[in-house]
């Protein structure tokens, strides 16, 4: 005696496992990636701002720093 079996179970159930559930997995990665990519370049980018903004003021404190020196040198 053969057991029976839902035949529309059984093919949602194929559908599901081979077709819709690998493509969530795939697709959630993929999103996840993206995030990531996307944090990263921020980030990148605000570090670049940060190190540009960093130059400008040493350089700033430099003539500066640099100027002062002149004026003690030439004041003796």
Not at 43 to 52: F, G, N, S, V, Y
Not at 55 to 73: C, W
């Amino acid at each position: 005696m053969k057991p029976e079996y839902d035949e529309d179970l059984i093919g949602f159930l194929v559908v599901f496992w081979c077709i819709i559930f690998p493509i969530g997995v795939f697709g959630m990665a993929l999103l996840t990636f993206w995030s990531y990519q996307d944090v990263k370049d921020w980030a990148d980018r605000q570090r670049e701002k940060t190190q540009i903004e960093r130059s400008k003021e040493h350089k700033e404190t430099k003539n500066i720093t640099q100027g002062v020196a002149n004026d003690n040198g030439s004041s003796k």
